[in-house]
Structures are given as C-alpha cells and as structure tokens.
C-alpha cells in the first residue's frame, strides 16, 4: 500500500511563502514522476509541477519563477517552496506519484490527502 502524505499548508498572506512536504511510504525511485496538483473552489484538478526520477521539471505558466520542487531521495519526500503567494494560489495542493506500468504508456497514480493553502488577508 503506497502511502503519500502531505503536510505544511495553512494561512499566509499575499507576497508570503510556504514549503509543503509529501512524505512516500516508498522510495521515490519507485515512481517515474512525482507531482503537485491543486484544485481550488469550483475548479478542475491542475498540475503545479512535476518532477521526473532524473529530475527534470515542469512547472504551470502561473507558478514559474515563484515556485520550486525539490526531491530528498533519502529522505523519500519531495517538497514544493512556494514563494510571492498571491489569493488565487489558494487551493488544495495534492501530492501525486505516477508509475509507468506498461510499453502502451498506462500509468497508476497515486494521491495524497491533500493539504489546504489559503492566501488571503
């Protein structure tokens, strides 16, 4: 049973930071790509950014230059440094492990709780 466990949300005001956690039951290697999702009031699910075992990244237009994903493999927890929050980044950020299963390209997703991010005043 894969376990992701997320962890440091909370209240911050606009221009403030927060470093969310996602702590794996499993090493990281066991997993292709390693993620952050959020999903605010009314809206879909969307990617933050995604790290590959090799450790390239894909970061979402709104985030890039204020957001950092960064990977402990010893540690087997990945961490998102969000810096210049603004109220629209409020959300609940999830933490995703995806594995290639096969040659065809199928995967198997795993989530996290999710953990609450409110930018406001």
């Known amino acids: 049973q894969v376990q992701l466990v997320e962890s440091g949300g909370g209240l911050v005001q606009p221009g403030g930071s927060l470093r969310l956690s996602c702590a794996a039951s499993?090493?990281?290697?066991?997993?292709?790509?390693m993620a952050w999702y959020r999903q605010a009031p009314g809206k879909e699910r969307e990617l933050v950014v995604g790290i590959s075992s090799g450790g390239n990244t894909n970061y979402a237009d709104s985030v890039k230059g204020r957001f950092t994903i960064s990977r402990d493999n010893a540690k087997n927890t990945v961490y998102l440094q969000m810096n210049i929050l603004k109220p629209e980044d409020t959300a609940v950020y999830y933490c995703n492990g995806r594995r290639v299963i096969n040659v065809e390209g199928a995967v198997m997703d795993y989530w996290g709780t999710g953990t609450l991010v409110t930018v406001s005043t």
């Open positions: 499993r090493s990281l290697f066991s997993f292709d790509t």
